[in-house]
C-alpha cells in the first residue's frame, strides 16, 4: 500500500514562490508517473502537472505554463513542484498522485496524498 506525503505549502504573497515536495513509500516509485493536482473551495479536483516515470517528459494546465515546473528524483522516492510568479487564483489544496493510466484525468490516479494548503495573498 504506497503512502504519499505533500509538504512544502504556506502563505506567500502575489509573486512568490513555493517548493513543494512529495514523498511516496514502496520500491515501485520508478515505475509510475506522477502528477499534481489542486482543489479550490467549492470547486472540483483540476490537474496541474504531469511528470512521467523518468522524468524526461512534463505536461503542464495552460494556467501554470511557464510559472510551475514539476520533477522528480527517483534515488529519493519525491516528486517536487516548483512554484512562482504565484496568483491569488493559485490558492488550493494541492495533491500529488500515482498515475496508473494514459491521461491527465484524476480518475487515471490511483493513490493522492493528504494534501498541502498553498495561500497566495491578495
Known amino acids: 500500500q504506497v503512502q504519499l506525503v505533500e509538504s512544502g505549502g504556506g502563505l506567500v504573497q502575489a509573486g512568490g514562490s513555493l517548493r513543494l515536495s512529495c514523498a511516496v513509500s514502496?520500491?515501485?516509485?520508478?515505475?509510475?508517473?506522477m502528477g499534481w493536482f489542486r482543489q479550490a473551495p467549492g470547486k472540483e479536483r483540476e490537474f496541474v502537472a504531469h511528470?512521467?516515470?523518468?522524468?524526461?517528459?512534463?505536461y503542464y494546465t495552460a494556467s501554470v505554463k511557464g510559472r510551475f515546473t514539476i520533477s522528480r528524483d527517483n534515488a529519493k522516492n519525491m516528486v517536487y513542484l516548483q512554484m512562482s510568479g504565484l496568483k491569488p487564483e493559485d490558492t488550493a489544496v494541492y495533491y500529488c498522485?500515482?498515475?496508473?493510466?494514459?491521461?491527465?484525468?484524476?480518475?487515471?490516479?490511483?493513490?493522492w496524498g493528504q494534501g498541502t494548503q498553498v495561500t497566495v495573498a491578495s
Open positions: 498522485g500515482r498515475s496508473i493510466g494514459s491521461s491527465y484525468s484524476s480518475q487515471d490516479y490511483d493513490s
Open positions: 511528470i512521467n516515470t523518468n522524468g524526461f517528459s512534463t
Open positions: 514502496g520500491r515501485t516509485f520508478s515505475w509510475y508517473a
